[in-house]
């Protein structure tokens, strides 16, 4: 049965969708939900009166995409130790523009949570899809100048907390390949040359699984941490059973860690001018790793 109209406009916008609510909420179940409530918020509309069904979507994405911000802040407020994004596995497209990359890293996606709802809502729709100020304050059902505003505190936010560096693609894997074959093998020596002094590893479990409940800080401690994978029990697996990909998370290199059955864990990296390891985000809570373990590769562009 060949799809409707209406149906092959959605799907047209679809990963466009997706991608917006992944970028407001930082996890992949919830955008996906989004997503279906527009879908059928979509169909239950009088259709003719649509002149743009991109942003009459995209609005629609966007409110209940805030509705849900407003309604789980609570929820990250009282989590166990650090809350992380949801990770999610990315095209590997060599294609991929890399401010889309950036825009849905996991670093980027911390910052944007420390953002109030609305504003993370203008500055991903202004900064990362070029939505109009009129074209957001439609969507987010505010003020034109609410919105300018809204956008001038976001952007300086941001900014504070996310300095840009200019550590290419190729070199980025490169030390995420060096990582993965000192961390699986070991060694010490290393890892101590990919780690900036200062480098900060962040685990999320969540509760569900035991996990450092404040930053590891320094590369000394963080070596140590990774150099045991190899020789202890993690999460249950032991050393032999424990398996490690170097795979695309969230727009650039990560390594999802595996056991009989399940996935267990995912890093991805932040780096340095030089190419240097500064950030390590380590997501265990099984609540957040389905998407990964459905070896679903999602698309992350903003057209």
């Known amino acids: 049965m060949s799809a409707t109209p209406d149906r092959q406009v959605f799907h047209e916008h679809r990963n ?34 649509v002149a743009d069904p991109k942003a009459y979507l995209t609005r629609i994405v966007s409110n209940l995409a805030l509705e849900l911000l407003r309604s789980t ?18 095209g590997g497209d060599a294609s991929t523009i890399v401010t889309d990359a950036e825009s849905v890293s996991m670093a980027m996606l911390v910052v944007l949570e420390t953002l109030s709802p609305l504003e993370r809502a203008v500055f991903v729709l202004k900064e990362v899809f070029d939505f109009s100020h009129a074209e ?5 059902e505010r003020s034109e100048a609410a919105v300018r505003q809204a956008a001038h505190r976001a952007r300086e936010h941001v900014r504070a907390r996310r300095p840009r560096f200019a550590a290419d693609r190729s070199a980025q894997r490169e030390a ?24 900060t590893l962040w685990t999320d479990g969540g509760g569900r ?16 941490w ?11 697996v032991e050393p032999a059973d424990l398996e490690a990909e170097l795979v695309e998370i969230n727009g650039g290199p ?3 860690f595996s056991g009989p059955g399940r996935v267990i864990a ?18 265990a809570n099984p609540d957040k790793l389905q998407a990964v373990a459905e070896g679903t590769a999602y698309g992350i562009g903003t057209r």
């Open 136 to 140: 957001i304050a439609e969507a987010v």
């Open 226 to 236: 990774f150099a045991a994978i190899g020789t202890v029990t993690y999460q249950g």
């Open 16 to 49: 466009l969708l997706f991608s917006v609510a992944y970028r407001l909420l930082g996890t992949a179940a919830d955008a996906e939900d989004v997503v279906q409530d527009a879908w059928i918020k979509w169909s239950a509309a009088d259709r003719s009166q």
């Open 73 to 90: 802040r609570y929820k990250r407020e009282t989590y166990v130790g650090p809350w992380l994004p949801e990770p999610i596995l990315t």
């Open 209 to 224: 699984v035991r996990q450092a409940l404040r930053p590891v800080v320094g590369a000394v401690t963080v070596a140590a």
């Open 266 to 283: 995912t890093l991805t990296f932040d780096f340095d001018a030089d190419g240097r390891i500064t950030t390590i985000h380590n997501v």
């Open 176 to 199: 995420a390949e060096r990582f993965f074959s000192a961390a699986t093998g070991g060694d010490v020596n290393a890892l101590m040359e990919l780690l900036s002094p200062e480098v």
């Open 254 to 256: 990560g390594i999802v």
